[in-house]
């Protein structure tokens, strides 16, 4: 019963370093999410897909890219990254959008020096 | 993007008192939630409020969706230490889908 799966949970960086962040959830759902959360704001959506082999931008996509090659998995990637980009980041998965509510993570706690 | 203005930014209680939180927004939505996130996790869906006017309960919270679909409140009664966290709405239109910055409660057994 993992719902959904963040790893890795911790990962410090270089600026200019690439990684990717891996999500996986055994729900069944359509529509998966990548949000960042900052001190003193709220989640802010950085990319999200409303199924395998599709991906569309949110709210905040500059320095990110994702791939839903999998129903079950979304990755998102930073290809240099930058200290602005420090910030905890969530998965989130759900059947639909809409009313659809959303499940998340327990979050990647990510840190660029 | 328009933000959600969510009040109090952080609240210290007595445990057994009431707590109300709200959400303002200066666009329209389909769908309020409230999550409740605690340290090291995620958000937690606590309610979801899907009609204009809409009042739903789940245990000690209530939730309203307001009239003009631009606002929100939550309500805990009879606080509990277990309550401590962080509480964040959300407001959902199409596919856009945005963040109050939270509320913070502290209850003091």
């Known amino acids: 019963n993992a719902g959904v799966t963040q790893t890795p949970k911790f990962r410090v960086l270089k600026t200019g370093q690439s990684m990717t962040l891996l999500c996986a959830q055994d729900?069944?759902?359509?529509?998966m999410y990548w949000y960042r959360q900052d001190p003193g704001m709220g989640l802010r959506l950085i990319h999200y897909s409303v199924g395998e082999g599709t991906t569309a931008k949110g709210e905040v996509p500059d320095g990110y890219n994702v791939s839903r090659l999998k129903k079950q998995n979304f990755l998102l990637g930073l290809e240099s990254a930058a200290p602005s980009q420090t910030s905890v980041y969530f998965c989130a998965s759900s059947y639909g959008w809409g009313a659809q509510p959303q499940h998340f993570g327990d979050g990647t706690r990510l840190s660029i020096l | 993007g328009q933000q959600l203005n969510q009040s109090p930014q952080s609240m210290f209680i007595q445990e057994g008192e009431d707590v109300s939180m709200n959400c303002t927004s200066s666009?329209?939505?389909?769908?309020w939630l409230w999550y409740k996130q605690e340290p090291g996790e995620g958000p937690v869906l606590l309610i979801a409020l899907y009609k204009a006017g809409e009042l739903t309960s789940n245990g000690r919270l209530t939730a309203q969706f307001g009239i003009t679909r631009k606002d929100s409140f939550l309500n805990i009664s009879a606080s509990i230490p277990s309550d401590v966290g962080i509480y964040f709405c959300?407001?959902?239109?199409?596919?856009?889908?945005?963040f109050g910055a939270g509320t913070r409660l502290t209850v003091k057994p």
């Open positions: 959300a407001g959902l239109k199409d596919h856009d889908m945005r």
């Open positions: 729900m069944n759902h359509e529509y």
């Open positions: 666009s329209i939505f389909n769908t």
